[in-house]
T-cell receptor, first 114, second 113 residues
Framework: SQQGEEDPQALSIQEGENATMNCSYKTSINNLQWYRQNSGRGLVHLIL?????REKHSGRLRVTLDTSKKSSSLLITASRAADTASYFCAPTNAGGTSYGKLTFGQGTILTVHP | KAGVTQTPRYLIKTRGQQVTLSCSPISGHRSVSWYQQTPGQGLQFLFEYFSETQRNKGNFPGRFSGRQFSNSRSEMNVSTLELGDSALYLC????????????FGSGTQLSVL
């Protein structure tokens, strides 16, 4: 599996604003996943987008995937203080077997101020 | 449905000791993966087990080992602890270990003094 690089490293916004974070990767993928981690806790799976999909929605989350640019973005609309967390992307390579292995970048630290 | 359960939540050990961490996956999940998370190195994959067999392994020394039981519960062991082993150890389970939608536990915070 390959590592995604999240950008920006940190994002600070006010409650109610939208938050956008980006992920870039290097080689072709089967799918790309986004996870959230609250401080000191485990990761929570947010959404998975496959290589043949361009956009996917889940509640206040919208994920886009541009395979030509090898990039993805995660948009959180109407942010809440509870969205404060680190966000990680995990691209999965096409082909091969990487059982149980996701390679994470350093993540984007999102802080939502009440 | 109960989530992934890791025990203990916190652990303090001294250098040279060994430690065993436990992970109970979601019922029906046969794949269990382990990750180490540190501020400097981030999240790093340790190994993955499926039906009691290790199918994948990360770049960690042999001091790090694991196993999986017939009920899919898994343990990881670190022998001869070093200060650098201080980390949050996360376990994740999935139905088949095909990298889609991992369910993580809350982790075990290990401090080595």
């Amino acid at each position: 599996s390959q590592q995604g690089e999240e950008d920006p490293q940190a994002l600070s916004i006010q409650e109610g604003e939208n938050a956008t974070m980006n992920c870039s990767y290097k080689t072709s993928i089967n799918n790309l996943q986004w996870y959230r981690q609250n401080s000191g806790r485990g990761l929570v799976h947010l959404i998975l987008i496959r290589s043949n999909e361009r956009e996917k929605h889940s509640g206040r989350l919208r994920v886009t995937l541009d395979t030509s640019k090898k990039s993805s973005s995660l948009l959180i609309t109407a942010s809440r203080a509870a969205d404060t967390a680190s966000y990680f992307c995990a691209p999965t390579n096409a082909g091969g077997t990487s059982y149980g292995k996701l390679t994470f970048g350093q993540g984007t630290i999102l802080t939502v101020h009440p | 449905k109960a989530g992934v359960t890791q025990t203990p939540r916190y652990l303090i050990k001294t250098r040279g000791q060994q430690v065993t961490l436990s992970c109970s996956p979601i019922s029906g999940h046969r794949s269990v993966s382990w990750y180490q998370q540190t501020p400097g190195q981030g999240l790093q994959f340790l190994f993955e087990y499926f039906s009691e067999t290790q199918r994948n392994k990360g770049n960690f020394p042999g001091r790090f080992s694991g196993r999986q039981f017939s009920n899919s519960r898994s343990e990881m062991n670190v022998s001869t602890l070093e200060l650098g082993d201080s980390a949050l150890y996360l376990c994740a389970s999935s139905l088949a270990g095909n990298n889609e939608k991992l369910f993580f536990g809350s982790g075990t915070q290990l401090s080595v003094l």
